[in-house]
């Protein structure tokens, strides 16, 4: 089970950082992964870090404005959201897929495991 956390709304230009707790033993065998739905559009892969945090993969949306992180202890994964623009508005859900070794997953399409979404506003 994923919950996220850590939604609200901001200012844009602000920032959010948010956090997905995983129950079970599962998370440090998987790839995880952050994925938004706007109001009245699909969902979009946002990022993706491997098992052990040494790789990661951004939507060219949100490259160099936001970083994704883990800590495997605490089977929590992050979301660090910088230079917030009112078009990140959206639902944000954290997935997981389970993995081998450093692989990644950066698409949408790689992740069937959805958590409970926490709502992201950014006011112009």
């Known amino acids: 089970q994923l919950q996220a956390s850590g939604g609200g709304l901001v200012q844009a230009g602000g920032s959010l950082r948010l956090s997905c707790v995983a129950s079970?033993?599962?998370?440090?065998?998987?790839?995880m992964g952050w994925i938004r739905q706007a109001p009245g559009k699909e969902r979009e892969f946002v990022a993706a870090?491997?098992?052990?945090?040494?790789?990661?993969c951004y939507a060219d949306s949100v490259k160099g404005r936001f970083t994704i992180s883990r800590d495997n202890a605490k089977n929590t994964v992050y979301l660090q959201m910088d230079s917030l623009k009112p078009e990140d508005t959206a639902l944000y859900y954290c997935?997981?897929?389970?993995?081998?070794?450093?692989?990644?997953?950066?698409?949408?399409?790689?992740?069937?495991?959805w958590g409970q979404g926490t709502q992201v506003t950014v006011s112009s």
């Open positions: 997935a997981a897929k389970p993995s081998i070794n450093t692989a990644i997953y950066c698409s949408l399409s790689d992740y069937g495991n």
């Open positions: 079970g033993r599962t998370f440090s065998r998987s790839t």
């Open positions: 870090i491997s098992r052990g945090g040494g790789n990661t």
